[in-house]
C-alpha cells in the first residue's frame, strides 16, 4: 500500500528544542510514518506547505519505558521522526506562532 502526503507526515512536533531549530536553522521536525522513506517526507513538505525543501533527516526515537504503576509497566511506541530544513527564505507560517 503506498503511503499517501497526509499518510507521511503524522503531526508536527512542537518543543522548546524544535522552536530553536525553526527560528535559527529553518528546520522544522514531524513525526513521520515508520515505513516513510526521506523523499517521500521531502515530497509531502513540499506539495502541503508549498516550500523548497533543502534536506531531510530522520531518526527512529526508541520506545521508552513509561509509568509504572504497582505491577504494570507500559510503553512508549517507537516513533520516526524528521526534520526537515528548508531552504532559505522559505517558511511554514503555521510554525511562526505570534508575530
Request: glycine fraction near 4%; charged fraction near 30%.
Amino acid at each position: 500500500m503506498a503511503l499517501t502526503s497526509y499518510d507521511v507526515l503524522r503531526r508536527p512536533l512542537i518543543t522548546e528544542k524544535t522552536n530553536f531549530h525553526v527560528n535559527k536553522l529553518h528546520q522544522y521536525v514531524f513525526e513521520v510514518a515508520g515505513a516513510a522513506t526521506k523523499v517521500q517526507v521531502k515530497e509531502a513538505v513540499e506539495k502541503l506547505f508549498r516550500v523548497s525543501v533543502a534536506s531531510v533527516n530522520t531518526m527512529v526515537v526508541p520506545a521508552k519505558r513509561a509509568r509504572r504503576m504497582r505491577r504494570f509497566t507500559t510503553r512508549k511506541p517507537a516513533t520516526k521522526k524528521a526534520i526537515v530544513t528548508l531552504v532559505e527564505g522559505d517558511t511554514i507560517p503555521d510554525f511562526e506562532g505570534v508575530r
